[in-house]
Structures are given as C-alpha cells and as structure tokens.
Nanobody, 114 residues
Framework: QVQLVESGGGLVQPGGSLRLSCAAS????????MGWYRQAPGTERELVAI??????TYTESVKGRFTISRDNAKKTVYLQMSSLKPEDTAVYYC?????????WGQGTQVTVSS
C-alpha cells in the first residue's frame, strides 16, 4: 500500500501562485504515472496534470499557468500554479498509478479569493 501526502495548499489572491507537493511512501519511477486532479464543490473530480515516461499532460484550462514536475529520488511530484483564478478553487488530489493500481492522497484545499 502506497501513501501519498500532499502539502502546499492554502488561500491565495487572484493572480497569485502556489506550489503543491506530494510525497509517496514508496519508491517511484518515471514509468509510474503521477499527477494531480481537483474537485470543486458540486462537480466531478477532474484531471489537472499528469506526468509519465517524461510526458506531461494538462487540462486545457491550466495550460501555460501550471507546471507539473517530479523528483523520483525524493519520491515527490509537484504542481507549480501561477496566475491563479477563482475558478481554480478546489480540493487538489495527488494521484499515482503503480503496478496497475491507483492511489490517491487525502487532498489539499486551494482557495483563490480576494
């Protein structure tokens, strides 16, 4: 069983930046898909960004504003979020797919508001 622990959420003003981190309890490799999803109240969980085998995929609404990266040695994936908008407000969940199993973090709240 892999545990994922997120950190870095919080309250930020529109146009601001935040960096989310997610640390895995077991080793990860570049072949393991890792990424971030988010869920706003009353909506379904949606993909934000994922990375695997050196490829990065972003949902259209965050392209050019968010950057996903990972440090396999530290077993950590990051999400750098810039030019944040109120519609980015959601609980952000870390995701890992390893050996054909899906793992989720507990979620971290990101609130964009003035």
């Amino acid at each position: 069983q892999v545990q994922l622990v997120e950190s870095g959420g919080g309250l930020v003003q529109p146009g601001g930046s935040l960096r989310l981190s997610c640390a895995a309890s077991q080793s990860i490799s570049s072949m393991n898909t890792m990424g971030w999803y988010r869920q706003a109240p009353g909506t379904e969980r949606e993909l934000v960004a994922i990375t695997d085998n050196g490829r990065e995929t972003y949902t259209e609404s965050v392209k050019g504003r968010f950057t996903i990266s990972r440090d396999n040695a530290k077993k950590t994936v990051y999400l750098q979020m810039s030019s944040l908008k109120p519609e980015d407000t959601a609980v952000y969940y870390c995701y890992l797919r390893k050996f054909y199993r899906d793992y989720w973090g507990q979620g971290t709240q990101v609130t964009v508001s003035s």
